[in-house]
């Protein structure tokens, strides 16, 4: 079971070091749309929809989807990091197989993936909110802890990517996972609404969701409302990805070197 985690972090560093740099010209022009996206959001459905609904759970509407949307772009950050962006290096690009003539195995290149997905997502979420705290949005010192609960999400996030990227053979597949899978989420992922008044199997089902819990461990960062639960949420999504992390670096070794 052990043999399955192994890999080298000298070596997935220096993966993520690669995909850093290429990304370096572009990362804002990927950042801007997904910026402006959680805005308009925020803006749209805070706002607009604030009006007729005033506060849940004794918190202002805006304030409360406020940490959502942030989780929500650290999702979709690290998502596209390891899907599209993935394939192409992998099957289009054939960047990955050069890379694992080197002395970098398969393991170091898929944990080098999963770890410069879950940047991309930290960076989203931090400049979220960071534009949060200039509309008065973060009330609690708390959120200086944010960054690790960002990273952590986001490396959920990757590792769920890239299992979907370990096993598809073409780039359209991708519209059925954002479809049937990321959609769904980001709508009953407790952004828009809680849970508490739901019937009892559409509490159990957004629970599964792991996005749930990114969204409500920063709303108790941001909001003040720390306890013991916060770390359950975050030991929650280290435990996907205990799961889910040694199964793509599997298929792909399979699929590459086998």
């Known amino acids: 079971m052990i043999s399955a985690y192994r890999f080298s972090p000298f070596g997935a560093l220096r993966m993520w070091q690669r995909n850093a740099t290429v990304a370096r010209k572009t990362l804002w022009v990927a950042l801007v749309p997904r910026f402006i996206e959680g805005i308009a959001y925020l803006g749209i459905m805070g706002l607009g929809l604030g009006a007729y609904l005033s506060s849940v759970r ?8 406020a940490p959502g949307v942030a989780a929500s772009t650290v999702m979709f950050g690290a998502i596209l990091e390891t899907t599209y962006n993935a394939f192409v290096r992998i099957h289009v690009r054939r960047v990955t197989e050069a890379i694992i003539t080197t002395p970098l195995e398969v393991e170091d ?19 979220f ?3 949060m705290a200039v509309f008065g949005l973060v009330h609690s010192p708390w959120v200086l ?14 590792a769920l990517g890239m299992l979907y ?3 598809v053979s073409s780039i359209e597949h ?13 709508l009953f992922g407790g952004i828009f609404f809680p849970f508490d008044e739901l019937p009892r199997w559409a509490q159990v089902a957004g629970w599964c969701l792991p996005l749930s819990h990114l969204v409500e ?3 108790d960062l941001t909001g003040g409302d720390v306890s013991a639960v916060t770390a359950l949420h975050a030991l929650v999504l280290a435990g996907v990805i205990a799961v889910i992390f040694p199964i793509p670096l599997r298929r792909l070794r399979h699929k590459l070197v086998a």
């Not at 004794?58 to 989807?65: A, E, N, R, S």
């Not at 991708?174 to 980001?186: G, R």
Request: net charge negative.
């Open 58 to 65: 004794g918190t202002d509407y805006v304030d409360f989807i």
């Open 165 to 167: 990227t370990a096993f």
């Open 129 to 131: 909110l960071i534009v």
């Open 217 to 219: 461990a920063l709303r």
């Open 174 to 186: 991708f519209n059925i996972f954002f479809t049937a899978i990321l959609t769904p989420m980001f």
């Open 145 to 158: 802890l944010a960054p690790p609960v960002l990273f952590l999400g986001g490396l959920t996030f990757a």
């Open 109 to 127: 290149v898929v944990v080098g993936e999963y770890l410069w997905g879950a940047t991309r997502g930290l960076i989203y979420g931090m400049v």
